[in-house]
C-alpha cells in the first residue's frame, strides 16, 4: 500500500471524524437554544447544559484536529517562509511536522492518562448530569489519538519526499499552502454555492 493511498484513507476518516464533531456541535447549539427557552418561558431548566456542553466541545474539538493537520490550516508563521528555496521550505516542513508531532504526542499522553485514572477511580462530573468523566474523556483521547497517528503519518511522510528530494510532495503534504492553491480553493468553494444556487432556482421553475 503506497503513501498516497494511506493518505486519502486517512484524510476520509478524519473528515468522518470532523463532521461527527460538527454535528456534535449542532447539537449543542440546539440543546442551548432549548435551554435558554425554558428558562425565559418556563422558569426552569434542562440541569447540567453548560457542563455537557463543555465535554462536546471538547470532544468536537479533537475530533477536527486530524483534518485540520491534513488540510494544512493549521497556523504557520512563514515570513521568512516564503522567501526561502523550495528545498529549504521543505527541510522547515519536515521539522515543523516533527514538532508537531513530538508535542501532540505528548499531549495524547497526558489526556490518556487522565482518562485511566478517571476510569480507575470511576470520577463522576461535578455538576447537575453527573457524568462518568472517562465517558467524554475517552472520546477525548479517541480524537488526539487519531490526532496523533495523522501526525506520525505526515511525518514519515514529509521525511520520505525530503530523502527523494520531491519538494512538492513534501509542500503539498506538510507545507504551507500556496496563494494559488487558496485561490483555487475559494474559486472551488464559490463554483460549488453558484451551482447550489442554479439547482434551487431551477427546482422552483419546475413547481
Not at 521550505?89 to 478517571?118: H, K
Request: overall charge neutral.
Amino acid at each position: 500500500m503506497s503513501l498516497n493511498t494511506i493518505h486519502s484513507g486517512l484524510t476520509r476518516v478524519a473528515r468522518f471524524a470532523c463532521i461527527i464533531g460538527g454535528l456534535g456541535i449542532i447539537a449543542l447549539s440546539i440543546m442551548i437554544a432549548i435551554d435558554v427557552a425554558l428558562r425565559k418561558l418556563a422558569g426552569t431548566t434542562l440541569g447540567g447544559a453548560h457542563e455537557i456542553a463543555g465535554f462536546i466541545f471538547a470532544v468536537a474539538t479533537a475530533f477536527a484536529y486530524p483534518y485540520v493537520l491534513l488540510d494544512r490550516a493549521n497556523i504557520r508563521i512563514d515570513v521568512a517562509y516564503n522567501f526561502a528555496r523550495p528545498s529549504i521550505r521543505a527541510v522547515l516542513d519536515v521539522i515543523a511536522m516533527i514538532a508537531i508531532f513530538a508535542f501532540v504526542f505528548m499531549l495524547t499522553r497526558s489526556v490518556y492518562d487522565l482518562a485511566s485514572a478517571s476510569w480507575a477511580s470511576n470520577r463522576m462530573s461535578v455538576g447537575v448530569a453527573r457524568v462518568p468523566l472517562w465517558i467524554p474523556q475517552g472520546l477525548w483521547v479517541l480524537g488526539y489519538l487519531l490526532f496523533a497517528a495523522t501526525a506520525a503519518f505526515l511525518t514519515v511522510h514529509a521525511t520520505v519526499g525530503l530523502a527523494r528530494r520531491d519538494w512538492t510532495l513534501v509542500n503539498r503534504v506538510a507545507g504551507v499552502p500556496t496563494i494559488d492553491e487558496m485561490i483555487e480553493e475559494e474559486t472551488h468553494i464559490e463554483a460549488l454555492q453558484n451551482d447550489a444556487g442554479d439547482a434551487a432556482n431551477a427546482r422552483k421553475d419546475d413547481r
